[in-house]
């Protein structure tokens, strides 16, 4: 390598461990209004209202589906265009070779095939998976994340993010354990 | 927060003491602790395992000798293999129903039930696949049936609905096993953070390194719902393509425009009875009676009754049919269907599907699990006798009486049947194996919904009231 990139270990951030939903909720809430943005919420399950929290919208997904859809369709009803008309046109009972209502079911299932792999793949992309590893998979007892507990990380390089003052603030909402977080190395970043 | 009748006399969706712990060791300790197993799944694995090489028996000889080993002929073309296919395809529809249209509308009684059914779904479609695929006749040949630039002077033709099918079925297991897979991201990330053995590389891989975080949540509701949404027309337009195969044609008792709305119905109706079928057994050796209440099976018995209710009336109205159009060939396929060679199969057919699902009306019997699973079986077998009645009961009365004939399926016939049969049971029973058969993060979340606020964290001792039934 040319460049001699900064050596690590860099601090990512606070991580709170909470016991039910609500409270989790409750001190992403707060922490929005004290003026908190680099922040993510981890729960075993979607909470309802959890996006708003953290304040964070992204509805790009619908938007690729739709894109997967229209060049579906395209492609399907172009293939069967082609097959038809261009490349083996055959004379059924002398009804025209684009007899589009007869295309419809193919161009249909195309349509459906082709937003369904968006939606699936899409989501995946957009989620940045498949990512084996994780600054946040090396919080203390991280692997409840998935079943029983809730974590709210407030990350390092959030302008007003402060070793021990935003540690104090999280305190205020009584998590079972507070803990900071290393990253070896730079990036990684919930938010960008 | 789920609105109840005051007078609604059955269990929630949830009985009993749980907590978002107890749900992961109810439902992910069977894959942890492989030991949990009733000794029932090694007898139903080894059955299904062993008809199962029935299958593989008669695809070999098959091939090698051709499908002049079925009953197959003329006038009767379409036997046992469109049968079947037609059957097993419309069993796969319910997981769809149950895991996209009730998620649209939002019935939080399919969360723990919908993993289930989507598998069964891709078993069935599974099953269903191989008849077409063999009836062929050249299996190896089978991608001729795709639209592929070839020097074979060869294409398929688009106007037919048989390539309707091949696109339509490919589509639905393609999608339903998309939405399977992205119901089980969660779940295999449970699993990786529960796992204390090398299975958890495994379960790592399957989840993606999925974490959880409230934009990973966002943006997967958003795909599950769509995906939901695309699935919902998905699985009206695969069985009423399916029903195009034949009302396309101007076979009598088949050239009707009720066929689309009535396959689906039927689809349905057999759907439920065999996510039933499994379901009542398998809620029991694996003590899941607190997440599959008896409300669930109340439900889907409404469904099974509501479903069965278009079927009859399918029934009636095909009968009115031949008698309104005025057509001879018409009216004769009706009576052929009541007092010709196969009149057995009509009468069963009404019995099957017409008469004793009625017994569904009445709420005491939709609480006992003897007699639901009794209707189930006359609802699987009269769904076969009514593809029976459809398929070859036409077929075998061609227009002219110097071409009428008979059907008479051959052991080979039988064997391949029997064969899928045990093919789906060892896929049951292998998955409730190796993969959650609920899907714990939608039930921890109705869980969440349905009791705020901290949960025990110590599960206490099993209490599973509610049983019911028996």
Known sequence: ?192 | MVARDPHDKNPELLVGNYSYKRMDEDVLSLITQQKKHPFAWYIFLGIGFMITQILLLSITWLVYQGIGIWGNNQPVGWGFDIINFVWWIGIGHAGTLISAILLLLRQQWRNSINRFAEAMTIFAVMCAGLYPLLHTGRPWVAYWLFPYPNVLAMGPQFRSPLIWDVFAVTTYITVSALFWFIGLIPDFATLRDRATTKAKTVWGLLSMGWRGSSRHWLRYEQAYLILAGLSTPLVLSVHSIVSLDFAVSIVPGWNVTLFPPYFVAGAVFAGFAMVLTFMIPIRRWYKLEGMITMRHIDWMCKIMLATGLIVFYGYLMEVFYAWYSANPYELYMAENRLFGPYAWAFVALWICNGILPLILFFPKMRQNLKVIWIVCQFVSIGMWLERFVIIPMSLHRDYLPSSWGMYYPTVWDFGMFLGTMGFFIMLMFLFIRFLPIINVFEMKELLSRMRPGRQAVEPEAASVAGKGGE
């Open chain 1, 1 to 192: 390598m040319a460049h001699q990139a900064p050596q690590g270990p860099f601090p990512y951030g606070i991580v709170a461990e909470f016991d039910t939903p609500e409270d989790l909720k409750r001190s992403a809430n707060a922490a929005r209004e004290r003026g908190y943005t680099k922040m993510e919420a981890y729960s075993p399950f979607p909470i309802h209202g959890m996006e708003d929290a953290v304040g964070y919208k992204d509805f790009r997904i619908k938007w690729i589906i739709f894109g997967c859809a229209c060049v579906g369709a395209v492609v399907g009803l172009g293939m069967q265009y082609w097959w038809a008309v261009i490349d083996y046109p055959m004379n059924v009972g002398g009804r025209p070779l684009f007899s589009w209502p007869q295309f419809v079911p193919v161009t249909f299932e195309c349509t459906i095939l082709a937003s369904a792999f968006g939606a699936v793949f899409g989501m995946l992309g957009l989620n940045g998976l498949p990512k084996p590893y994780h600054p946040i998979f090396e919080a203390p007892n991280f692997e409840r994340a998935s079943q029983d507990r809730f974590f709210l990380l407030i990350e390092a390089h959030d302008p007003i993010y402060d070793r021990f003052e935003t540690k104090r603030f999280l305190e205020e909402f009584q998590p079972l354990k507070i803990s900071e977080l290393e990253a070896e190395e730079e990036g990684h970043h919930e938010v960008a």
